[in-house]
């Protein structure tokens, strides 16, 4: 018999109502060792205690479903790893790449910082800053992005035109020039390496979720189609069997 909320009086109850309910009739279920219950969209049947999902009943339709579902999964298992493997190629180019900036970054940093030490001692501290205080605040970034197996990655464009003197040459020495020079070039590199870390960071962030899918997909998925397969396709058998034993004692009685 089916025990359902309706039978039980379920019009006007709240959610919470209905499936305080719903789990009553569940354990009426399991106490009886008969009968079937509502769960989770699907009608839950109990033989001798023990609960089975109409998905799993041993008929060819259920077959079919599961032979789908775990082709299905297999094709999703072999995507992910394909992802995987592009992903992580991707992070080991950024991985080389971000090292090689970051040196040329300490070379670069380590020659400006000589070079304004020397336009200190020609000029004075105080005029170096005079001169500093007239460079314009770089506003040329542009963020864009681009995509990699479904991972947004920053492209950082601006313009490295906008790199006019902003004093004269008849009141400065060659050390000004070499330092804004070499500071221009550690301002390169920055914008670069923050594209190179950022995309670095994003791509590991992907390959640790798809990584995780990967892992659900191969022992658990895969390994529960496959075991639904093998029952059914055992029980479908078994029954063959039966009625072809069936039919030949009918056939030697008449």
């Not at 025990?3 to 009739?25: F, P, Q």
């Not at 769960?39 to 339709?61: A, L």
């Not at 542009?142 to 990699?148: E, L, P, V």
């Not at 895969?222 to 069936?246: G, H, Q």
Request: net charge positive; glycine share 6%; proline share 2%.
């Amino acid at each position: 018999r089916v025990l359902h909320v309706g039978e039980l009086g379920a019009e006007g109850m709240s959610g919470s109502d209905v499936t305080e309910r719903r789990s009553r009739e569940v354990h009426v279920a399991r106490v009886l060792h008969v009968g079937r219950a509502w769960g989770r969209g699907h009608v839950w049947e109990w033989k001798g205690g023990v609960c089975m999902d109409p998905r799993e009943f041993p008929t060819k339709g259920n077959l079919m479903l599961a032979k789908n579902s775990l082709a299905l999964a297999h094709q999703g298992y072999d995507l992910m790893d394909k992802k995987r493997n592009i992903l992580l190629k991707e992070l080991m180019g950024l991985i080389d790449e971000a090292k090689d900036i970051q040196e040329k970054i300490d070379e670069t940093f380590t020659k400006a910082y000589a070079c304004l030490q020397r336009a200190n001692i020609e000029h004075g501290i105080s005029w170096v800053q005079e001169l500093a205080y007239t460079v314009p605040i770089e506003d040329s970034i542009r963020i864009q992005t681009r995509s990699i197996m479904g991972t947004e990655i920053p492209h950082i464009k601006y313009d490295d035109k906008q790199n006019d003197l902003t004093y004269s040459f008849g009141t400065t020495r060659e050390s000004i020039d070499i330092a804004r020079e070499a500071f221009r070039e550690v301002k390169e590199l920055t914008i670069k390496l923050s594209e190179v870390e950022n995309s670095a960071y994003r791509l590991a962030t992907n390959i640790k979720k798809t990584q995780k899918r990967a892992n659900a997909l191969k022992n658990i998925t895969i390994p529960m189609y496959s075991n639904l397969v093998y029952t059914i396709n055992n029980a479908l058998e078994e029954k063959e069997r039966e009625e072809f034993t069936r039919l030949k004692v009918i056939k030697r009685m008449f």
